[in-house]
Structure formats: structure tokens, C-alpha cells
């Protein structure tokens, strides 16, 4: 976490100046950083003991980068952050930026439940490496949750940040959706430049791409399986579960939609479908993990109190790759 001297200085609000051009955040022109592009949201790798295993995470990502990714997301639901301590989280986050190519951009969680928790943290990761702050919606007393509060948290975080911040809506594990007023007033930001929006829901998409079009604000769709419609409704790419088993597809269906081929983009976005929801909705990051291992990287067990795949659910896991031919 942050020394106190850090600390108090982000207290008494740093001077924004002080801030610009950190990382591409905004140039000369007032141009924000272009998070346009695929990402896979990496796991985090733990031993049979529960720790987490650097060296395994770093031969996920020498392999991962083999793949034309714009970076990689680190410290979202994927990567089990609920579950790891805060330094846990920044040496993840280090670990990371020191394995992956300096070209790629690296997206790290920093959301904790309190604005000034997640100040720190973003603050910190920064330091340690991170090129955007990729911020989930504080969810805990959900009900209070209201857009002026989400406003409030947002722009407080995004006036202290160091690098440019994502909007981050999962309500699959929240229970609440980052409401579309408070994402066009939070898109006029100067430090806020682009969501990630995990809830399916391409009507919403289209609506927010629709809403803040005259911003420097882009959206990034949360699962493979409505990556398509995504791009036809204005979505710049995708932060997909999927792409770190099927990264050469993800990043085909990306092209495909970038130059409209939109024919064989839906025959490709088809096949996705039943793979995405089973790594996604149906069994989850042990069943992600899973995958993984068979697609020759590291999966290994995930933190209690998630538990590992039961045989039949591994085999119906199995069935969804299988018919679509992916295995």
C-alpha cells in the first residue's frame, strides 16, 4: 500500500497537471490513451498450497503474448482479486508488467469498496506498473449505490489517479449495473476513458456508445460471447474470459468485424457461444481454469472457497468444446 508520505499527498488533492501525459493519459491534444483491441483477463495461478505461483503466471504470459493482443487485464474477476491480500495484488501486478511485451498495455483492477481504499490501490498499481485502472463498482452496501454515489466514488478516483481509468460493470457478481446516466456524465472525464461492460445486455452497449459519442470514451464488451454485436453497436473490442484458451480465435472474430466480414464473423461467433458461456456463466473460473490446461497452459486450483470442477462437470465442460470443434 501507499507510504504515508505518498498518502498525504494524494489527501490534499495533487495538482491534475501534475498528471497528464503519465503513461498516454492525456496528450498535448487532450487525445486519450486507445484501450481499442482484445484483452485476455488473466488468471491468477496458485500452487497446491494455495499461494500464488509467479513463475507459472509468468509462462502463461510468455505464452499469451504469442497472440495479437492489445495487453492483458490483470486483478479482475478472472484473477480472483477478491481473494488475494493488497500486496498479493501489486506483486501480481509487477510480476506481470515485467513478463509482458512493453508494447502491450496492461489493465489492472484497483476497485476496493471505499473511494479512499481504491485510490490507494490505484495509486500504488500505477507504481508498480499498471497502464490503466480498471475500476468494478464498490457493491457492498449496493442498495445505497445510487448514481450520484457512483459519480461521487468515480470522479474522486479519477481526479487522484496517476493513469487513465475504466469503468468497470459486472453485475454477475455485484448485483448492480453501472446505471447509464451516471457512465455519460462520468465519459466527460478528462481521466476517464472507456468501460468495460460485462452484462450482456448489447441494447445497454449501444445505448452508452450511442450516449457518450461525442466524448473521448470507448467501450470495451466483457465476454466473448457478445463480441459481435458489440463491434456492430460501436464496441472498440473486448476484455473475453475466452481468449485465454481460443486467443488466436477471439482475435480472428476481432478482425473479422474490423473489416465487415460480417458473414463469417457470425458463423465464428456462433461456434464461441456455447465455450464462452461455459468458461463465463456455467462453471466459472475453475471451469476456465480447467480449460486452460487442456489448451496447454497452466490452470491449477483456484483459492477456497471456490472449488474444482466435479467429474461430471468437467466432462459437460468438455462436451461444449467438443461439439463446436474445438477439441
Partial sequence: ??????WSSVRQGLSRSL???VRGWASGEGKKVDIAGIYPPVTTPFTATAEVDYGKLEENLHKLGTFPFRGFVVQGSNGEFPFLTSSERLEVVSRVRQAMPKNKLLLAGSGCESTQATVEMTVSMAQVGADVAMVVTPCYYRGRMSSAALIHHYTKVADLSPIPV???SVPANTGLDLPVDAVVTLSQH???VGMKDSGGDVTRIGLIVHKTRKQ??????GSAGFLMASYALGAVGGVC????VLGAQVCQLERLCLTGQWEDAQKLQHRLIEPNTAVTRRFGIPGLKKMMEWFGYYGGPCRAPLQELSPAEEEAL?????SNGWL
Wanted: glycine share 4%; no cysteine.
Fill in 318 to 322: 468438455r462436451m461444449d468444446f467438443t
Fill in 166 to 168: 475504466v469503468l468497470y
Fill in 1 to 6: 500500500m501507499l507510504g504515508p508520505q505518498v
Fill in 19 to 21: 498528471f497528464r501525459n
Fill in 241 to 244: 474470459a475466452l481468449a485465454n
Fill in 216 to 221: 473521448d470514451f470507448q467501450v470495451l464488451a
Fill in 190 to 192: 478528462p481521466n476517464i
